[in-house]
T-cell receptor, first 116, second 113 residues
Framework: AQKITQTQPGMFVQEKEAVTLDCTYDTSDPSYGLFWYKQPSSGEMIFLIYQGSYDQQNATEGRYSLNFQKARKSANLVISASQLGDSAMYFCAMRDVNTNAGKSTFGDGTTLTVKP | DGGITQSPKYLFRKEGQNVTLSCEQNLNHDAMYWYRQDPGQGLRLIYYSQIVNDFQKGDIAEGYSVSREKKESFPLTVTSAQKNPTAFYLC????????????FGDGTRLSIL
């Protein structure tokens, strides 16, 4: 069974600083995909970044980057130059390529608050 | 633009009543999902469907039912058997490739009257 662990229920960061949100995962499958989503207070879920288990380089998307350490089974999200609009709940998720229907396992989330 | 439409945005249920939440997608995705989210919590999978006329129970299916008569549509019924239905419900879909994220609707907030 797959499991995602996000150990930080809440995080604070000063505007314009960088912040790292932790995510560790557990799976016995060699092939999987890791995703990060953002959920603002309005409720919609926004896809941020993807990392494949066989990708050699860490994924980056604008101010978002993923610190992928496969041996440690961690996929931490790094947000650079935080903005007030980054205040939201962030979810790490894993999709097993062998699982039917593309089912994903989500972590419990981390609430990020950006201080002005 | 392609996307997922959930309706209504807010829904109120009376005691003993069944209510149905709508989810429609025009992304041509095969797989669709329903999640429940309680305040400050993560997503819990209720039901999912890979193809038309087929669906599987998720982790918390009791008190819920679904149908998948069309590829584009995956409605969720919250039955009277669900004693604590107050929550935020999210519908999602995704394609077949493992690098494809889930696309989500804007959600439905269900409350008890």
């Amino acid at each position: 069974a797959q499991k995602i662990t996000q150990t930080q229920p809440g995080m604070f960061v000063q505007e314009k600083e960088a912040v790292t949100l932790d995510c560790t995962y557990d799976t016995s499958d060699p092939s999987y995909g890791l995703f990060w989503y953002k959920q603002p207070s309005s409720g919609e879920m926004i896809f941020l970044i993807y990392q494949g288990s066989y990708d050699q380089q860490n994924a980056t998307e604008g101010r978002y980057s993923l610190n992928f350490q496969k041996a440690r089974k961690s996929a931490n999200l790094v947000i650079s130059a935080s903005q007030l609009g980054d205040s939201a709940m962030y979810f790490c998720a894993m999709r097993d390529v062998n699982t039917n229907a593309g089912k994903s396992t989500f972590g419990d989330g981390t609430t990020l608050t950006v201080k002005p | 633009d392609g996307g997922i439409t959930q309706s209504p945005k807010y829904l109120f249920r009376k005691e003993g009543q069944n209510v149905t939440l709508s989810c429609e997608q025009n992304l041509n995705h095969d797989a669709m999902y329903w999640y429940r989210q309680d305040p400050g919590q993560g997503l819990r999978l209720i039901y999912y469907s890979q193809i038309v006329n087929d669906f599987q129970k998720g982790d918390i299916a009791e008190g819920y039912s679904v149908s998948r008569e069309k590829k584009e549509s995956f409605p969720l019924t919250v039955t009277s058997a669900q004693k604590n239905p107050t929550a935020f419900y999210l519908c999602a879909s995704t394609g077949l490739h493992s690098n494809q994220p889930q696309h989500f609707g804007d959600g439905t907030r269900l409350s008890i009257l």
